[in-house]
């Protein structure tokens, strides 16, 4: 199995900043995208930020200029760094990853996808 830890949560003023990490550990080959989602009471859960094996990075509107996401392969980790905070990005956060699997000779893989627990963003004006 994998697993997806996350930890960086926590209180901050409005125009504060946090960094949040999610380390994956387990059975697997290697990582495609790795993500951060965030859900706030009430609301749907929602893509924040996507980062591709090769580090490309895409954000939601609602954060850009003002997040930056990153990842190390070997590392197997991924960031999330959020400056400029807002009461509106108080949320749980969610590491989420799509993992493979190579399964046969011919290199044919295998993805699954595993959520973090998150962890709690809380922003104050």
């Known amino acids: 199995q994998v697993q997806l830890v996350e930890s960086g949560g926590g209180l901050v003023q409005s125009g504060g900043s946090l960094r949040l990490s999610c380390a994956a550990s387990?059975?697997?080959?290697?990582?495609?995208?790795m993500d951060w989602y965030r859900q706030a009471p009430g609301k749907e859960r929602e893509l924040v930020a996507s980062?591709?094996?090769?580090?490309?990075?895409n954000y939601a509107n609602s954060v850009t200029g003002r997040f930056t996401i990153s990842r190390d392969n070997a590392k197997k980790t991924v960031w999330l760094q959020m400056n400029y905070l807002k009461p509106e990005d108080t949320a749980v956060y969610y590491c989420?990853?799509?993992?493979?699997?190579?399964?046969?000779?011919?290199?044919?893989?295998?993805?699954?996808?595993?959520w973090g627990k998150g962890t709690l963003v809380t922003v104050t004006s």
């Open positions: 989420h990853a799509e993992i493979y699997k190579i399964v046969n000779v011919e290199g044919a893989r295998r993805t699954m996808n595993y």
């Open positions: 387990g059975s697997f080959d290697g990582i495609n995208t």
């Open positions: 980062i591709t094996s090769s580090h490309n990075t």
